[in-house]
């Protein structure tokens, strides 16, 4: 007995200490759970919040300022009494070039200033350099005007090596015309303004001697293509000027010359053909006593920028009237500066460009955005000059003080602003401020266009001609399914509507695109007839109803009305298409888009507004429906009972009672289908013609937001500024849908505590 | 029938009644309306239509025959039509006239024709019309003259000429199939050990291992073996080639003209006029699947959409191993161990209107996160020697996984959630109170009963991401893809790759191909497979809800 009590304890005990091991495990293990669980859960709502902070990541960078920072400051290179007359740097921003008034060309690095290579064009030419000016910044021409009234010009080039895989630059200068020098004026006179501007084909230069003449001379260069003998030929003529020339600018197509007098009036000059320049304007371009201080060309030779002695930078650009008659217009002012403009420097490929004062302040400026970057005080002094690195990512300042400072300068995406993404903007060429969303072009002087306005109003008006096909369409049947309908039936007809909402836009897209916009198109008198005629034949089929024999009406049960009209709405869609060609014919001439286009100025593309409406519509009426349809069948029954004891009809009961006590749940599955239509993606892509164009008219096509992202996303360039905005169209999705689905979400969650207080 | 019983009539609402009761008819007609149009184009498509011959009075009244099937019929204005054709008198405004395919685009430059049914002299269906489905050009149409081996004209009774036709179809099909093998199995191998030798080679010498060391020796050998191995390949399929073009055969068009052509250009020839309705089931039914089974050929407008279907299920299955174990894990921490509060209800929120972001953005965020972001920086650690050529750094089949993946986690939580909240109380408390823990609870009894509503959801995202179309086209889809994404390479299962997705090849043939009428009705039977496939699972997922529903609702009566 004893041993026996004695070895139960032993054997408790073993067993508790078993036990605790096993509890301890179990502990254990659901502690572990519980981290795991939490770790996770939170790992994947991070993930799933992620997305917005992503797009928001990647935005940001188009509205950050430009950020500017000095690289290295030494002593002016070649330094001597010789003045500068221009500065240049390579691409790579590794070597910088300064030209003197003594006619010598000097590579420095940019690094230290340690110089490179030197070359003196006087050693060809004795006389001295009396004026200077370069050509189009990525042309990389220099032309002097020298005393004895010729013109030597000269290619800058920069030839890159890898010898053992290290990256050198040598810097080089020639002489396009063989050694020669261009004699502009024969009777010797120096030149003391100058213009130039060259390419492969042909080189011009307008060229004002001490005696005032404005002398303009075209080099054609012809390549003979079997023996590769170059000839030149040569063309001179006058220009007559009247109060001499201050400012004098030539575009980069050799096409137009616009020179300042000394009255400050701006002359725009024709001169495709060489031989007869056309003056085609002369306009005073500021007011009375100011001056015009600096004047260059913005990137690709359309607007010309005018600085003056208060600080201001005018665009100016001629536009096209009525008459195809080109007169320059002031597009816009930039007035961030306070000192007179010194120096205006376009960037090699964008439409922005730098402005240097006399106080040494810089002012960083985008044109088509309209935008001021930044003014930085570059400590210049009152004459200083300034040259831009080709890929507008450097900067190289002479100061005053003979000393050259090299700067850096990021500047990714200056052509983003406010107004350039939703506000009218004037771009070149064009005759007025306008919406336009361009992202891309084959040319490489081209303006990109980047408004998101008409790409929204795409957006807005794809989803109001779709609620509007959707609303009425599913918010009655939902009335109609949650109140009136049979049981039994309802329980074929909700799910079977519902279902749809899985059916793939892709194929809805390609329905409306190859089978429905043809359709549109050939029937479109039915199209419109339709909306009418169903109405009418349903209200006309139900007065029929109520004098049929009591023994049919009773043979169909209450809640059947759908099953009823069945035929009677086919009917009449059937009547309306066998009608639409003769109507069309009849009245119409055979054609009534094309009716529509002549007599009423109403344009019709095939793959439309109204086509897409109805597609969307189509793929939203699912969510609608499923979703007031909850909404009504969730009014309390005691609500109706009470109504229909009080005595109101059905009707009555349905309109003044249940749509009251359900109409936030109603406005919330709008919201909800309103979120799913901004978003809809292929069926815009395939059912519209995806142009751009902000007009109400539903015979037209448009370009959605998310069309657009999809179209181009694949083709963007990453970290560009196109990638950035279409990640910007991608976020004003997100929130538009986000705030819809917010607002749907909120209101349901109100509505399921009153219900539940009812 | 007055107007005051009109008036009452209103006043008692039933006309609105009745105009509720229209709405639902028309939502439905539409539903149903669309899935009729989707599946009969969708299935007419293979059926063998018969070939006319038609004599046709031309715009200058000469008199011209043309073979072709009659695809549409369609009543028009006569506005609508070229101004000044004779054959319509001024009287008729109203034109009925038919779209023929004509085939035979690589001699008539045209595939599709409108006739006036005016202008139709005549119309015959011969018995030895034949259709002949070729490998290019797509369709012709003629009558048969005569088979040639070498230019020797091959038989010489008129009877068997049909039968020999078709056997030697089958035997230089059966040569084709033998060359396809070699060129994309034997030959796909090669390259694809070429390349990797390739890659290992360039990570050899960036390592620095000089050109005599015994690994660079030993990968050049390999080279050797394989460029062998790669002549006696390539000489075998010469020989093959050889073969195959021997056999030619002549055939006479509408126009009257004799073409010879290559018979290894021919996929199938049929004599629909001459053949009985077992014969057409029959050639309905290999045509049904060629579509599923086979490449497609011809820019995707003829052959088979194989490929795309594959495509699509392993992406929907890779998502969907991606998307369970997450959307399940969020949905109890959300359900089970998070503090119900105000911030656990916003995050709820958050979750449901996620669900309801366009899936162009979730497009927009993996091109960004996953491919560009992800993706550079794994080539830039692991398939450095393959750059600047990326390997995940471009859109390919597991980006494309994954930003479905995160596009459909909300519609697994959601659904699991809901499913977690439907565990009646008793049996969690049943399982605390005998001593269970937690964790024990959740994993013996609360997810086993929850195993409906995922699968639900599981079946939801399924459906959702196979429909998606508009993310794909960002993150890794193409029109024509050149390898499975799956094969016997090693590592057999290419996550990199890019694919073919059935949505997205609706929307690539319908709208980018090429010759968009002659492809319309794959891109019909295409659609309809999408739908079904979209159906067939939402019918499930409802399935299994509702069964779900009853059974607790059992279990909280007892």
């Known amino acids: 007995m004893k041993s026996s009590a004695s070895n139960n304890t032993v054997s408790t005990k073993l067993d508790l200490t078993k036990d605790f091991n096993y509890k301890n495990s179990r502990y254990l293990k659901d502690v572990i759970t519980r981290y795991l669980m939490t770790a996770g859960g939170i790992g994947v709502i991070i993930a799933i919040v992620l997305i917005a902070v992503y797009l928001v990541w990647i935005v940001i960078p188009l509205f950050l300022p430009a950020h500017t920072a000095k690289l290295a400051s030494f002593e002016i290179p070649d330094k001597g009494p010789d003045v500068s007359l221009f500065y240049a740097v390579e691409e790579q921003r590794e070597i910088a070039m300064r030209v003197l008034d003594t006619g010598t060309i000097v590579f420095f690095k940019t690094s230290d200033g340690e110089v490179i290579n030197t070359e003196n064009l006087l050693s060809q030419n004795r006389a001295n350099v009396t004026s200077f000016a370069a050509g189009n910044s990525s042309g990389r021409l220099l032309g002097f005007g020298m005393s004895d009234g010729t013109v030597e010009l000269r290619y800058h080039q920069y030839n890159i090596s890898y010898p053992d895989d290290i990256r050198i630059i040598s810097p080089q200068v020639f002489n396009p015309f063989d050694g020669d020098s261009i004699v502009v004026d024969e009777s010797g006179a120096s030149i003391v303004k100058l213009a130039v501007q060259g390419n492969e084909e042909q080189t011009t230069i307008a060229a004002l001697t001490e005696n005032s003449q404005l002398i303009l001379v075209n080099l054609n260069i012809e390549t003979n293509f079997l023996t590769d003998e170059r000839t030149i030929n040569k063309v001179v003529t006058t220009i007559p000027v009247q109060y001499g020339v201050r400012h004098i600018i030539m575009d980069v197509d050799q096409t137009e010359l616009y020179f300042t007098d000394i009255e400050n009036v701006l002359h725009y000059y024709n001169i495709r053909n060489k031989q007869s320049p056309i003056l085609v304007q002369s306009l005073s371009v500021v007011e009375d006593e100011i001056d015009i201080t600096a004047m260059e060309f913005l990137s690709g030779g359309i607007s010309v920028l005018i600085g003056d002695n208060l600080g201001r930078i005018a665009q100016w650009f001629p536009v096209r009237d009525e008459n195809n008659d080109y007169s320059l217009k002031k597009i816009r002012i930039f007035d961030s500066q306070i000192s007179p403009i010194r120096q205006i420097v376009p960037e090699y490929f964008r439409k922005g460009f730098l402005a240097l004062d006399e106080s040494g302040k810089l002012g960083i400026y985008h044109a088509t955005a309209h935008r001021t970057i930044k003014v930085q005080d570059l400590n210049a002094g009152h004459d200083g000059m300034i040259a831009i690195a080709p890929r507008a990512n450097g900067l190289v300042v002479e100061n005053s003080d003979s000393v050259v400072d090299v700067w850096e300068l990021e500047n990714e995406h200056p052509e983003v602003s406010w107004s350039s993404l939703w506000g009218k903007v004037w771009y070149e060429s064009r005759d007025g401020p306008e919406y336009i969303w361009q992202s891309s072009s084959a040319s490489n002087i081209f303006e990109p266009k980047f408004s998101l306005t008409p790409l929204a109003f795409g957006t807005l008006k794809a989803s109001l001609y779709a609620m509007l096909f959707a609303i ?262 997100f929130m538009a849908t986000f705030f819809f689905n917010t607002i749907a979400e909120v209101v349901r969650q109100k509505l399921r505590v009153k219900y539940s207080s009812l | 029938m007055t107007t005051r019983n009109i008036k009452h009539w209103f006043d008692s609402g039933t006309p609105y009644i009745w105009l509720n009761a229209g709405a639902v008819t028309i939502s439905v007609l539409l539903v149903m309306g669309l899935l009729f149009l989707i599946a009969y184009r969708g299935l007419s498509h293979f059926w063998p239509s018969e070939i006319a011959e038609f004599q046709l009075t031309e715009a200058d009244s000469n008199t011209i025959t043309v073979i072709g099937e009659m695809v549409e019929y369609e009543t028009v204005q006569r506005s609508r039509l070229p101004e000044g054709d004779i054959r319509i008198p001024e009287s008729e405004e109203l034109v009925s006239r038919t779209l023929i395919k004509m085939g035979n685009r690589d001699y008539f430059g045209l595939d599709f024709m409108w006739v006036v049914d005016l202008a139709v002299r005549d119309i015959k269906y011969p018995n030895d019309l034949m259709a002949v489905e070729r490998h290019e050009w797509g369709n012709l149409y003629g009558y048969l003259v005569s088979v040639k081996q070498n230019g020797e004209e091959l038989g010489d009774k008129a009877s068997n000429l049909w039968v020999l036709f078709q056997e030697q179809i089958i035997a230089s099909q059966d040569v084709h199939n033998e060359i396809e093998h070699v060129e994309k199995d034997l030959i796909g191998d090669i390259n694809y050990k070429m390349e990797r030798l390739r890659l290992k080679q360039r990570s050899l010498e960036r390592s620095g291992i000089t050109a005599d060391s015994a690994q660079l020796r030993e990968t050049t050998e390999q080279q050797r073996l394989l460029d062998e191995e790669y002549n006696s390949y390539s000489s075998q399929l010469g020989n093959l080639y050889e073969r195959l073009n021997q056999f030619s055969f002549v055939t006479r068009l509408s126009d009257g003209r004799e073409v010879e052509l290559p018979l290894a250009q021919v996929v199938r020839a049929y004599q629909p006029n001459n053949m009985n309705i077992a014969e057409d089931i029959i050639h309905y039914l290999m045509k049904l699947w060629e579509f599923v089974s086979d490449e497609p050929r011809e820019a995707n407008t003829e052959g088979g959409i194989y490929p795309a279907i594959f495509g699509t299920v392993i992406m929907v299955l890779i998502m969907a191993v991606m998307v369970t174990p997450f959307g399940v894990v969020a949905a109890v921490y959300l359900h089970e161990y998070a503090k119900q509060g105000p911030l656990v209800r916003t995050i709820r929120i958050a979750v449901n209107n996620l669900a309801g972001v366009p899936s162009v953005v979730y497009g927009v965020f993996g091109l960004g996160f996953f491919v560009y972001f992800v993706g550079g920086n794994i080539d830039a650690l692991f398939f450095s020697d393959s750059l600047p050529s990326p390997t995940f750094g471009t859109p390919g089949l597991l980006w494309a996984s994954l930003t479905l993946a995160i596009l459909t986690v909300p519609v697994v939580i959601v659904s699991t959630e809901e499913g977690l909240s439907r565990v009646p109380r008793a049996i969690r408390e049943g399982s605390l109170a005998l001593g269970a823990t937690k964790a024990e609870t959740l994993f013996r009894t609360v997810l086993p009963m929850t195993a409906s509503a995922m699968i639900t959801g599981l079946i939801l995202a399924i459906a959702r991401a196979a429909g998606e179309v508009a993310p794909l086209m960002l993150v890794g889809v193409v029109k024509l893809a050149p390898s499975l994404p799956l094969d016997g390479n090693f590592p057999y299962v290419h996550l990199e790759r890019k694919f073919m997705h059935l949505g997205f090849h609706i929307y690539d043939v319908g709208f980018q191909s090429p010759n968009v009428e002659a492809a319309r009705p794959l891109v019909y039977a295409t659609a309809l497979l999408l739908v079904l496939l979209i159906i067939i699972l939402n019918l499930a997922a409802i399935r299994i809800r509702n069964k779900l529903r009853e059974k607790y609702r059992a279990s909280e009566q007892h």
Request: glycine residues 8%.
């Open chain 1, 472 to 733: 009425p369409l599913s918010i009655m049947g939902a009335i109609y399914t949650a109140y009136f309908m049979s049981a039994g039936l309802r329980n074929i007809v909700k799910p079977s509507i519902e279902i749809m909402a899985a059916l793939p836009t892709v194929i809805l897209g390609f329905l409306a695109g190859l089978w429905f916009a043809p359709i549109v198109e050939a029937y479109l008198p039915a199209m419109f007839l339709i909306f009418l005629v169903v109405p009418i034949a349903i209200i006309a089929a139900a007065y029929l109803w109520q004098f049929l024999p009591e023994k049919i009406k009773h043979r169909v049960p209450q809640g059947f009305e759908g099953l009823i009209l069945l035929p009677v709405i086919i009917l009449a869609t059937t009547a309306v298409f066998l009608l639409s060609q003769p109507i069309e014919v009849w009245l119409f001439g055979g054609n009534l888009p094309l009716w529509l286009t002549q007599e009423l100025g109403i344009s019709f593309d095939q793959r439309n507004s109204f086509v897409v409406g109805i597609a969307i519509g189509f793929a939203v009426i699912p969510t609608i429906f499923s979703i007031s349809e909850d909404a009504i069948f969730g009014v309390p029954k005691h609500l109706t009972t009470g109504s229909l004891a009080l005595g109101a009809t059905p009707w009555q009961t349905m309109a003044k009672v249940i749509l009251l006590t359900a109409s936030p749940g109603i406005f919330s599955a709008v919201m909800i289908g309103l979120g799913r239509a901004v978003g809809e993606t292929m069926i815009v892509v395939m059912a519209t013609g995806n142009t751009a164009i902000m007009d109400i008219n539903i015979f037209e096509g448009f370009r959605a937001l998310s069309a657009n992202i999809a179209v181009e996303m694949p083709e963007s360039e990453l970290g560009s500024t196109h990638y950035r905005i279409l990640f910007l169209a991608g976020l004003v999705l």
